[in-house]
Every structure is written in C-alpha cells, then in structure tokens.
C-alpha cells in the first residue's frame, strides 16, 4: 500500500535502513582471516558510520586486524535485523559490511568500503556515501518495545487494523502480527497455514518522535473504525466459532 500523494517516501531508503539496523543490534559476527567471532554489546556506531568494536587483547580479530595492510579489506562483519513480535521468520533483513580495521585508543575501528543489505525483496548494494550520511530511524531503538507492547497489550488493535488490509492479503489468514514500525508507517506479518506475507500500512505523515508516531497510530485506527470487517477474518471468525 502507498500513496503517491505523499512528499515523502512511504519506506525507509536501503542507506537509512541499514543503519537503523546497526542502531538496534546488540550483536554481531565478524569474519577475518578465515576465523569468524561472535561479539555480544561491544560495538557502537559513529555518526559517520564507523563501527567501534571492543575486543578481549588475546581476540584472534584484533590479531589480524593490526596485521592487516592498511586500506585493504580485512573482514567482514554480520548484522541481524530480528523481529521483536514472534513472527514465522523472524529475521527481517541482515546486513555485511566488507573494509578494514585499525587499532585506535583501544579500540578497533572498522570503516566499511562496501555495504550489503539483505531483505526479504533480495540483497541491495548500498552506496558507501550514503551510508555513511544516513541516519537511522528515529524509532529504531524504541521500536522493540512499542512492537511488542502493541501486540501484547492491544492485539484488538491489531486486528482492527486488518480493515484496511485487501481481502486478496487476508484470504487464509490464520494470525496477523506487528512485524515493523519505522518512522514512515507499519508493517504487518499476515501468516497463512503454510504461507506468509507482509503489508504496510503508511503513516499520512513522517513521525520523528513517539508523540508523532501515537498521533499516526490514532488516524490508523481511526481510519480502520470507519472500514468494514474483511470477509476473510469474518470467514474465520465464524468457523472458530464452530
């Protein structure tokens, strides 16, 4: 679902969203010189990209980052973007990003010279420049938790939402989820017996903050309250009843 009307872009950019995905990951993989480490809360990310990795003295990586030629390549480190919602597939995209380390104040520094991000839709190559100028969403670290409370606390909500999905979505749905909320609309996982799928939901405008984003989820309701029940969902409802 979109709409053309916007000024606006209905989805977050592959740049934007790579980095909404290094905002909110706790974790990630790192591959270099054939050895391949987990690291669990030690990294952070700079403003202009750079990935700060804290590493113990004896890491096979910071071995062969400080061995590595300047400026070549020398690893390559994996994101996984997870959804917070139990939802079939629970990976919603994961991120590679190939360059080189250096050892500074402590820590290693890793600028990447090529970024890949991988979603459902297929892998995007992401140009480095605009990466490193992006910003993550402003929901990405509350994401989670408004995800999670929604679908918790207000699975009515979730439901009245499916009024504003196609009947062609919903036919065999078995359970409708919150899957993503970025600052440009919802998403939602439709599960089906042996199928799945997503639809999106777009905000009438950006929301920045959670004031914003409570403002954009009361239009939706609203709009939903106003739609008549999907025939499928009724099907459903009905045969449940049984």
């Known amino acids: 679902m979109g709409d053309d009307t916007h000024g606006w872009t209905a989805a977050p950019g592959a740049a934007e969203r790579a980095r909404s995905v290094l905002a909110a990951a706790w974790s990630c993989a790192v591959t270099a010189e054939g050895a391949r480490e987990e690291f669990v809360g030690a990294h952070s990310v700079t403003e202009d990209g750079r990935i700060l990795l804290s590493v113990p003295e004896d890491s096979v990586l910071r071995a062969a980052a400080i061995c590595a030629p300047r400026g070549e390549p020398s690893a390559v480190l994996e994101f996984a973007d997870v959804a917070p919602v139990p939802v079939r597939g629970r990976i919603r995209a994961r991120l590679w990003l ?16 090529r970024v890949v991000l991988r979603r459902r839709s297929g892998a995007v190559l992401v140009d480095p420049d605009e990466y490193a100028t992006a910003a993550p969403d402003p929901l990405a670290l509350a994401e989670a938790r408004l995800l999670t409370h929604l679908a918790d606390c207000h699975p009515d909500a979730v439901e009245r939402l499916t009024r504003l999905v196609g009947p062609d979505s919903l036919h065999g749905a078995v359970r409708v989820q919150p899957l993503a909320v970025d600052r440009h609309g919802l998403t939602l996982r439709i599960e089906r017996a042996r199928t799945d799928g997503d639809v999106r939901l777009p905000f009438h405008a950006p929301a920045d903050d959670i004031a914003q984003l409570t403002e954009r989820m009361h239009v939706l309701l609203s709009q939903a309250s106003a739609a008549s029940c999907p025939r499928a969902l009724q099907r459903q409802r009905t045969d449940g009843d049984g």
């Open 98 to 113: 190939a360059g080189w380390f250096s050892a500074e104040d402590g820590h290693l520094v890793f600028r990447p010279t």
